[in-house]
Nanobody
């Protein structure tokens, strides 16, 4: 069974940084595209960043130049380094993988950007 567990969220001031982590199990991690999504109340989840198995990445326009997605294929871990955080980055952040045509999500981690 695929399992994703996020950590690293919290409260940070505008302009600050946070690093999110996602520990994966139950699949051959290195073979799969991994994503970070985020969601605010009343809105759909939006794709923030994606990293393909070969390390290629892409980002939502709103986070380009501020967020960096990375992966550790030995430790089966996914990361999101977030810098220059803004109040509008406040959301629950989710780790995601599509495995055998099924979507798997972590439980989410809250990121709050506020002074």
């Amino acid at each position: 069974q695929v399992r994703l567990v996020e950590s690293g969220g919290g409260l940070v001031q505008p302009g600050g940084s946070l690093r999110l982590s996602c520990a994966a199990s139950g699949m051959n991690f290195k073979l799969y595209t991994m994503d970070w999504y985020r969601q605010t109340p009343g809105n759909e989840r939006e794709l923030v960043a994606r990293i393909v198995s070969n390390g290629d990445t892409n980002y939502a326009d709103s986070v380009k130049g501020r967020f960096t997605i990375s992966r550790d294929n030995v430790r089966w871990a996914l990361f999101l380094q977030m810098s220059s955080l803004r109040p509008e980055d406040t959301a629950v952040y989710y780790c995601h993988v599509k495995y055998r045509e099924m979507d798997f999500w972590g439980q989410g981690t809250q990121v709050t950007v506020s002074s």
